[in-house]
């Protein structure tokens, strides 16, 4: 039985007249974000961050500040984790867990300098009428899966480990997509795919919309992807290596890195609206703007 609400009566007439690409509707969204007041560069779990080199804390603030006023102003809602000193990256809320229905699987990463994260994360939840599921496997939350339509993709290869798709398929009883990634700038799937547009549509219409950059991904994840999202957008390697794919979408809007120039031509010819939001700051640490923002699922 299909669930989808019924169609406008513009679309009934679809097998008369030829259907030009509807307006793109902004789905209400709710995140969680971290004020980057510890932020540093004091260790190095990825390729872009060099302990050596300085990071300028008060610049990192503005433009954090920047992203979270771009989501207040497009609607969204922001709630807030109280940044924890000794712990730098915990910016990048997307690593606090996974949550859809209300439902939170905690996170348990796989490097032991993010750790210390885990249980701030879990209380937030807790305190916040958020059911928290205690993981077992290694998984670093929304870094690796993302849900589109009722199928969540599961990164694996640098964090996440294979068992911990398993448990995520499990734990939310969904369909889960493995995809493993192999250059370690792009180690979490949210350097690697953005969901643009996570509404499953009746077949051809407002169909569930993915961008990816096919060189992060073995060739089996490739074509597992090429062959469920045939409407995807294909990112080139110079926008995938200014983070442009690690976006967050709210169906219409699409916030995205200024440096990614040919990925917001492709977002403009698709219907979306590209919004452009620098965090160079926080690319230090090896992450953007999907990494600062964790999806708080009703
Ligand atoms: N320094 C952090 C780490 O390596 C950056 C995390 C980026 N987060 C993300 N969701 N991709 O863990």
Redesign the pocket.
Known sequence: MSTHPPLPQSRELADTQVVEVTERRAQHRRYLMCRPEHFT?SYR??P??EPGRPTDTAKALRQWQDLHDTYVRLGHEVELIDPVPGLP?MV?T??GGFVIDGRALGVK?R?P??RGEERPFMDWFAAHGVDVIEPVEVQ?????FLLVGDTILAGTGF?SVGDSHREVADVFAREVISLRLIDPRF??L??AIAVLDPVEGPSGVDRANIAYLPTAFDDRARAVLAERFPDAIAVSDSDGAVFGL?TASDGRNVIVSPRAVGFIDQLRDRGYIPVPVDLSELLL????I??CTLELRG
């Open positions: 560069v779990i990825n872009w961050m990256d990048y997307a690593n990463f490097v300098e993010r670093e939350g929304e870094g690796d964090r180690y979490h949210d350097t690690n640490g090896g992450g953007g999907k990494c």
